[in-house]
DNA sequence: TTGATAGTGAACCATATGGTTCACTGTAAG
DNA sequence: CTTACAGTGAACCATATGGTTCACTATCAA
């Protein structure tokens, strides 16, 4: 997939701000209006508007207008690949600080035979 | 712990661009200098520098600098809170459908006893 | 019809981001 | 000593972000 990139990039810039992460917890909770959302976070409508569109376009949010409300639900994506892209990272993470364990633990040996090998 | 939410923030974003999780890719493989990671990701010294700064502010890099050059490697911070961020909102996301799920469910039940009433 | 309500879009503002160039320092090596 | 190399910091640039106000439209309700 040519976006991957592209899309973790959008998810996880609508991830890093406190208030788009409130709005996703809310949503968890039940659907909500902007009005309810610019409330909730004290902000006006037109800033709490920009929010959902940023968790719109990266399709954490789906919105639906009938008559003059529109009201904002949790959309479809589940956020797979983020969770699988951290998954990954944190695997990488361990086998390289379990290799350099292993170094160390070599390293330790090896200087334990040499002192026998010397006080001989 | 104050700091919970501004250190998702942080992460968040530095996991939003994709350099730097090339980068976090690369260090994972091996520790590498600020001229190897320029090269690699065809750019300035000073512009990996900055990179790699927010890298290190968000506690996912290390560097040492010994001589000239200096060393960057994964830092202490495992995105273990990010990676529990996000499977606490796809815990919350399923039980929410889920949720809806029954609600159809019952609908359905419910119009097929009112059918069945209708029909005596 | 009149008024209040919900949202929208444009314009604006301050600050942040991702990148560059340029001038500089410190270190390594001939 | 001289030159080359690795990094650093300041200044600059274009664009993005997070927020506002203001003017406007559309809808609901009395």
Redo the contacts between chains.
């Keep these: 997939m040519v976006h991957y990139?592209?899309r973790?990039?959008?998810t996880?810039?609508a991830?890093?701000?406190?208030t788009r992460?409130g709005v996703?917890?809310q949503l968890?909770?039940s659907d909500a209006s902007i009005t309810d959302l610019a409330q909730r976070f004290r902000m006006t409508l037109t800033g709490m508007k920009k929010h959902v569109g940023v968790l719109e376009r990266a399709g954490l949010v789906t919105t639906e207008k009938v008559g003059r409300v529109r009201t904002c639900k949790?959309g479809p994506r589940?956020?797979?690949e983020?969770?699988a892209?951290?998954?990954r990272?944190?695997q990488?993470?361990?086998?390289?600080?379990d290799a350099l364990d292993e170094i160390v633990e070599d390293l330790k040996r090896k200087e334990k035979a040499n002192a026998r090998s010397k006080r001989r």
């Design positions: 990139q592209a973790l990039d959008t996880f810039a991830l890093s701000d406190v992460r996703l917890e968890a909770g949790l589940r956020l797979e983020e969770a892209w951290i998954e990272h944190r990488l993470w361990s086998a390289r600080f």
